[in-house]
């Protein structure tokens, strides 16, 4: 069964310092892992995708994540944090061949202080 | 500039009250997701279909919840009787079966308060 972990419910991290929000996975076979953003009173927005190739995934707004099979991480990175990168952060995952589901982690909340 | 729209954005209704969502997908779109978050539970997906047709909705409260797709540019989530459990705010989610990987593009939501 897949399945997604984010270990931090809360980050915080002072404005112009990078930020690491942590993501491991659980699936079978090669996977297609996910970063949504949700900022407050709204839908959650794609940031980046992996879905082969270049472990290093390049995203909206200056975020990156990078894919280690070995530790079957994804873990989202940004190298000066602004005090607008404030919201909740998702990390998903799904199969290729499987059906059309993405499991969704529990998010992040992810606080820049200014 | 394509989106998924849901209304209505914000509805209060009191307890035994009907509730109605509806959700367009994007169109060209062939798969449609409804979620649920809460503060405690987080995002939860209640059903999906696929070609209007539903194919999981194992997440959903069976007894009092309801969710169809009369068309492909419509699709809608039913509770009746609400109950005050079921405030939280639902997300309709669209995306393209085979296509994009899988990725889901998401609505504003409907913020439900049943008193």
């Known amino acids: 069964a897949q399945s997604v972990a984010q270990p931090e419910d809360q980050v915080n991290v002072a404005e112009g310092n990078p930020l690491t929000v942590k993501c491991t996975y659980s699936v079978s076979g090669n996977p297609y892992l996910f970063w949504y953003v949700q900022y407050p009173n709204r839908g959650l927005q794609f940031l980046l995708k992996?879905?082969?190739?270049?472990?290093l995934v390049k995203g909206s707004y200056g975020f990156e994540a990078e894919f280690n099979k070995s530790q079957t991480s994804f873990h989202l990175k940004k190298p000066s944090a602004l005090v607008s990168d404030s919201a909740l952060y998702f990390c998903?995952?799904?199969?290729?061949?499987?059906?059309?589901?993405?499991?969704f982690g529990k998010g992040t909340r992810l606080h820049i202080l200014p | 500039d394509a989106r998924v729209t849901q209304t209505p954005r914000h509805k209060v209704t009191e307890m035994g009250q009907e509730v109605t969502m509806r959700c367009q997908p994007i169109l060209g779109h062939n798969t449609v997701f409804w979620y649920r978050q809460t503060m405690m539970q987080g995002l939860e997906l209640l059903a999906y279909f696929r070609n209007r047709a539903p194919l999981d909705d194992s997440g959903m409260p069976k007894d009092r919840f309801s969710a169809e797709m009369p068309d492909a540019t419509l699709a809608t989530l039913k509770i009746q009787p609400s109950e005050p459990r079921d405030s939280a705010v639902y997300f309709c989610a669209s995306g393209l079966s085979g296509g994009f990987y899988n990725e889901q593009f998401f609505g504003p939501g409907t913020r439900l308060t049943v008193l």
């Open positions: 992996y879905i082969t190739g270049d472990n």
């Open positions: 998903a995952v799904s199969s290729p061949g499987g059906d059309d589901k993405i499991i």
